[in-house]
């Protein structure tokens, strides 16, 4: 399915978010605490955005790897981040199950997934492998879509009806945007996140919420 629609993943990211997508990608590369020289992991990179914002952060001194299932998703993560140049350039793209990742424990000083979390088969596995490729007092990120307490019926409106819609005219695949909403039903809200996120080995999780809620962000420190 995600090898279906990434031609056309970014459109339809902007679109359904009202362009404010980048921003909230923004404030979660903010949430990972880096500093120039930083060494950092996008799981479910898809097209690399939030990759290249980790990259802004850590400079051409630090490093960052994104990785991701999809190849065609990953080929066109490779191809923005060569014609944006600078540090985006340098990120690395990797085929990759974040479930169970590729690489030694604390390796990173921050892992991050944006809007992939919710897709994983075994959520609680992939923020282990998260916490345990991060050194201890690094972060871990997660930025997912969550279904706000209030404005419930508009909220299902937009993504239950319009969205499917749009995947259908404009990713020209429904069923992939059908699946979205779905997904979203089904993945937890944000104070069951953190607990799972605690249970993964994460200490002080927070979050904050985007959107009238329907956005949440949630980041927490690897234990000592």
Same mark, same amino acid.
């Given at each position: 399915?995600?090898d279906?629609?990434?031609?056309?993943?970014?459109?339809?990211?902007?679109?359904?978010?009202?362009?404010?997508?980048? =921003?909230?990608?923004?404030?979660a590369?903010?949430?990972?605490?880096?500093?120039?020289?930083?060494?950092?992991?996008?799981c479910?990179?898809?097209?690399?955005?939030?990759?290249f914002a980790?990259?802004?952060?850590?400079?051409?001194h630090?490093?960052?790897?994104?990785?991701d299932f999809?190849?065609?998703?990953?080929?066109?993560?490779?191809?923005?981040?060569?014609? =944006?140049?600078?540090?985006?350039?340098?990120?690395?793209?990797e085929?990759a199950?974040?479930?169970?990742?590729? !690489?030694?424990?604390?390796?990173?000083?921050?892992?991050?997934?944006?809007f992939?979390?919710?897709?994983l088969?075994?959520?609680?596995?992939?923020l282990?492998?998260?916490?345990?490729?991060?050194r201890?007092?690094?972060?871990?990120?997660v930025?997912?879509?969550t279904?706000?307490?209030?404005?419930?019926?508009?909220?299902?409106?937009?993504?239950?009806?319009?969205?499917?819609?749009?995947? =259908?005219?404009?990713?020209?695949?429904?069923?992939?945007?059908?699946?979205?909403?779905?997904?979203?039903r089904?993945?937890?809200?944000?104070?069951?996140?953190a607990?799972r996120?605690?249970?993964?080995?994460?200490?002080?999780?927070?979050?904050?919420? !985007?959107?009238?809620?329907?956005?949440?962000?949630? =980041?927490g420190?690897?234990?000592a």
């Amino acid at each position: 399915m995600f090898d279906r629609i990434a031609p056309r993943y970014d459109l339809l990211n902007r679109l359904m978010s009202a362009g404010q997508d980048g =921003r909230w990608r923004a404030a979660a590369a903010a949430a990972a605490d880096l500093a120039a020289g930083d060494r950092a992991l996008d799981c479910c990179t898809g097209t690399g955005d939030l990759a290249f914002a980790l990259a802004d952060r850590v400079t051409e001194h630090g490093s960052v790897v994104g990785v991701d299932f999809s190849e065609p998703m990953l080929e066109r993560a490779r191809a923005k981040g060569a014609a =944006r140049g600078g540090a985006a350039a340098a990120v690395r793209f990797e085929a990759a199950d974040a479930a169970d990742l590729p !690489f030694a424990d604390d390796v990173f000083h921050a892992a991050t997934v944006a809007f992939g979390a919710r897709n994983l088969d075994d959520l609680d596995a992939g923020l282990r492998e998260m916490a345990r490729v991060v050194r201890p007092g690094g972060r871990v990120v997660v930025l997912e879509i969550t279904t706000p307490r209030r404005l419930r019926k508009a909220y299902g409106l937009w993504f239950d009806r319009a969205v499917p819609v749009l995947g =259908r005219l404009l990713g020209r695949d429904g069923a992939a945007y059908t699946y979205l909403p779905a997904s979203v039903r089904r993945f937890p809200e944000p104070p069951e996140l953190a607990a799972r996120m605690a249970a993964a080995g994460l200490e002080d999780v927070r979050w904050r919420t !985007f959107c009238a809620g329907s956005v949440a962000l949630h =980041r927490g420190k690897v234990a000592a």
